[in-house]
């Protein structure tokens, strides 16, 4: 019998306690024994719930038990999360978590204890909710270079520009419907404004460069500009809005952004509706992957961290490799990045203002008043001087490819 802590008893805590006993016998059979949740550390006492006597307060008491192999973590936040996990991981004990707070800011330290302490610590719950990403990213592609990553990686804001693109929905009511959902995180503006996305992708570049990618390093724009005339466009171009996190890797070099691209109808991401999320991993060996699956929700999310209890169990003293050390690759400078932009300029834009922004193909009567240029490859400065010149810009989508 596997004995092992959930410390967090919210959505995914209690997500995990389920799965544990909805599919108890498959998971027995799968990791070789039963597994047994003998603690949950919560805030709260849960009275007259089957949980009731399994209910901790101080994470020492699941720390010094050494009946304990294995403690999940789905506390969220950086702080106590830390402190407590890096107190299980020093007594010995794996940790599983769906914290990607904790994962990007401390991920290499806490990889480096599980190590020295003949355990482990693993995160595959922290990217793309039910989705297995990490493990087949570091394990799987071990013969590649990875060239390119490409997600949706935000369940919350793709519900949210899906409900906007398919039923006109406005933005404001499709985001009280994620949040009633479960798909939102408790401060919205974390996936609104794309910082979900962003620690989402710097966690995969991680794993995929073996260096740590620090998520403000990251040139990050949400959806909260996006309006229902952007997919207008979008439609007359045979193309959706989807908020991605982009990084591409080359010469030891990286450029990374979370920003909503246009995308068009043939590739597989633009089939990626509500709140499911799809990452494209490219390698140069493997070429072009898709991982598709709910990217949020409490128990997509809670298989997750289940597989890597299982992987822990099966593990037991042997620590799996570390997929990334301290040392830092920053991302280039985006300014110096090139994309091809849509842009929003009043109907009586002058031919000059089109020159200025590379004109390619112009946009006529999609949006009353107005008109739409596409522009050739421009870097991300000269676009910024085009707009500053031009002084007219009402929009500016970019364009993925
Ligand atoms: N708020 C997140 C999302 C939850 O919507 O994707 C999963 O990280």
Known sequence: ?????????????????????????????????????????????????????????????????????????????????????????????????????????????????????????????????????????????????????????????????????????????????AQALGYAERDPSADVEGGDACRKIAILSSVATGKRVVFTDIHMEGITNVTTADFNYAAALDMSIKLLGVSRMADGKMKSMVAPFLIHSDYPLYNVKDVFNGIMVTGNIVDTLMFFGRGAGKLPTAAAVVADVVKCIKLGSVSGTIPWSRDVLKPENYLDYTNRFLVRLPESASEETQKLFKTEQILRGVVDGEMAVITAPMTEAEYLEAEKTCGQVIGKTRMYQ
Do not use: W
């Open 1 to 177: 019998m596997a004995k092992i802590a959930v410390m967090g008893y919210g959505t995914i805590g209690s997500g995990v306690v389920e799965a544990l006993s909805v599919n108890k016998e498959t998971i027995a059979k799968k990791a070789g024994e039963p597994v047994e949740v003998k603690y949950i550390l919560a805030l709260r006492d849960f009275p007259g719930t089957p949980i009731e006597d399994k209910i901790v307060h101080d994470y020492k008491i699941i720390a010094e038990d050494p009946e304990i192999s294995v403690v999940v973590e789905t506390m969220g936040g950086v702080e106590p999360a830390n402190t407590f996990a890096m107190a299980m991981l020093r007594s010995g004990k794996s940790v599983c978590t769906s914290n990607k707070a904790l994962v990007v800011e401390y991920g290499a330290e806490l990889m480096e204890t599980a190590v020295e302490n003949h355990c482990n610590f693993m995160f595959e719950a922290s990217v793309g909710g039910g989705i297995p990403i990490i493990r087949p990213l570091y394990e799987c592609l071990t013969p590649d270079e990875v060239t390119e990553i490409a997600g949706i990686l935000n369940g919350t804001t793709n519900y949210i520009l899906t409900e906007m693109d398919q039923k006109g929905v406005s933005f404001d009511d499709a985001l009280k419907q």
